[in-house]
T-cell receptor, first 114, second 108 residues
Framework: DGGITQSPKYLFRKEGQNVTLSCEQN?????MYWYRQDPGQGLRLIYY???????QKGDIAEGYSVSREKKESFPLTVTSAQKNPTAFYLC?????????????FGSGTQLSVL | GQNIDQPTEMTATEGAIVQINCTYQ??????LFWYQQHAGEAPTFLSY????GLEEKGRFSSFLSRSKGYSYLLLKELQMKDSASYLC?????????FGKGTMLLVSP
């Protein structure tokens, strides 16, 4: 079955540590996205990528980094510079970055700080 | 920039009809999406509107008025499994901006 796989489902970060969230898709989609969701808040865009080896900052990119070396993979690193990383992180993809293309979401990663 | 408003919470009874409103102010508009999200799970696509009017899809319908910056999601014949958060999202020039979501609680 085609879909988006995020791992791990739960992740704990120590102070000063970088952690990487995995996102893999086998839908052959060109565009991929990372969103952050806090309780009672909407999804906020961290980074997005329209094509391999290219990505753009979203609304809240500070303290995060991404790479897009393969079409299928779009990992997100939460760096030590992100002072409030506790949140639910959602990866998504769409066929293209076009106006009517719906997003397909992974099942999310809950990141907490120890 | 984008600003999207929707009610924080709504309650309804099984079998009833509920309307969830969404108002938006955007610098560009290329369509409005509704997603459903159960707690701790991924959002799933419900509907897309880019022209004014009503789009019906089974028990769910979505309406758009671009001149008023207004949309609603109509859920008919409510079921317990419809208890979830409903997210309104607007596509501007490129990416989607999401509202904070409306938590719908369906009671017996």
């Amino acid at each position: 079955d085609g879909g988006i796989t995020q791992s791990p489902k739960y992740l704990f970060r120590k102070e000063g540590q970088n952690v990487t969230l995995s996102c893999e898709q086998n839908l052959n989609h060109d565009a991929m996205y990372w969103y952050r969701q806090d309780p009672g808040q909407g999804l906020r865009l961290i980074y997005y990528s329209q094509i391999v080896n290219d990505f753009q900052k979203g609304d809240i990119a500070e303290g995060y980094s991404v790479s897009r070396e393969k079409k299928e993979s779009f990992p997100l690193t939460v760096t030590s510079a992100q002072k409030n990383p506790t949140a639910f992180y959602l990866c998504a993809s769409s066929i293209y970055l076009e106006t009517n293309e719906k997003l397909f979401f992974g099942s999310g990663t809950q990141l907490s700080v120890l | 920039g984008q600003n999207i408003d929707q009610p924080t919470e709504m309650t309804a009874t099984e079998g009833a009809i509920v309307q969830i409103n969404c108002t938006y102010q955007t610098s560009g508009f290329n369509g409005l999406f509704w997603y459903q999200q159960h707690a701790g799970e991924a959002p799933t696509f419900l509907s897309y509107n880019v022209l004014d009017g009503l789009e019906e899809k089974g028990r769910f319908s979505s309406f758009l008025s671009r001149s008023k910056g207004y949309s609603y999601l109509l859920l008919k014949e409510l079921q317990m499994k419809d208890s979830a958060s409903y997210l309104c999202a607007v596509r501007g020039y490129s990416t989607l901006t999401f509202g904070k979501g409306t938590m719908l609680l369906v009671s017996p």
